[in-house]
């Protein structure tokens, strides 16, 4: 929402609001589907995610996600019709992530590279479709990489300097120590009677705003939000 820099998509977000949810009545009004009591919402749902993810943000083919759509909700005996229209209907709904689209398509084929919004620079290889393809992902995979490497970097330093991780790994592991980060969470362990002080560390420094470019040159800011659970 916040690379494309679209004005609804960002709405959605900053409303607590789920984009999959958002889109199924707006994409698949044609088969009635308009809430979450009609019997065709589930697989509409995941059909919807199946062309937010695989074609906007993945850059697939209409035939290839058209496919992928069949296979996750067949009960909606989806079309290849009914595809081209909930394309134009997606580009209807948010304009500015369509131009979006289409800019970094051309961008990417011309110049064979793509950068994220915090400046790293991905030299693009293959045909016109691979790269397209490459240059559609890297912006948000890339950017939510930095986003929590970042974080991580903010919650070690922290700890270090409230005495409640070494700075180098000590055995035997008395103080709190990363165990892992998977795309967006950080798994610590933490010794019992530490938790009442690391957990708002790591809350305060991973929800911090964060601050970037998008393509037409305007500020964004983004405010994460964290389950402390």
């Known amino acids: 929402a916040y690379i494309t820099g679209d004005p609804k998509l960002i709405q959605i977000v900053e409303t607590g609001k789920n984009v999959h949810d958002v889109n199924v009545p707006l994409l698949f009004s044609d088969q009635g589907v308009l809430g979450s009591s009609h019997p065709l919402w589930k697989p509409a749902r995941r059909a919807a995610k199946a062309y937010q993810f695989g074609r906007r943000q993945y850059g697939g083919g209409k035939q290839e996600v058209h496919r992928n759509m069949i296979a996750d909700a067949p009960e909606l005996e989806f079309t290849m019709k009914q595809f081209d229209r909930v394309e134009a209907m997606y580009n209807e709904m948010y304009p500015v992530a ?6 970094i398509r051309e961008y990417a084929r011309k110049r064979r590279r793509v950068e994220s919004p915090f400046g790293r620079v991905r030299l693009l290889n293959g045909n016109d479709r691979d790269i397209e393809k490459q240059a559609l992902n890297m912006g948000s995979q890339s950017a939510a990489a930095t986003v929590m490497n970042k ?8 700890l270090i300097e409230a005495g409640l991780m070494e700075p180098e790994l000590v055995l035997p592991v008395t103080k709190t120590e990363t165990i892992l980060q998977i795309h967006d969470q950080l798994i610590t362990e933490t010794p019992i009677k530490d938790v009442p002080r690391v957990v708002p560390i790591m809350i305060e420094e991973m929800t911090r705003p964060v601050q970037f470019t998008n393509w037409r040159g305007q500020g964004c800011t983004i405010h994460p939000k964290v389950d402390p659970e």
């Not at 369509?98 to 800019?103: G, I, K, N």
């Not at 974080?151 to 922290?158: G, I, M, P, S, T």
């Open 151 to 158: 974080a991580q970097l903010r919650v070690e330093k922290r």
């Open 98 to 103: 369509a131009e979006w689209d289409r800019y």
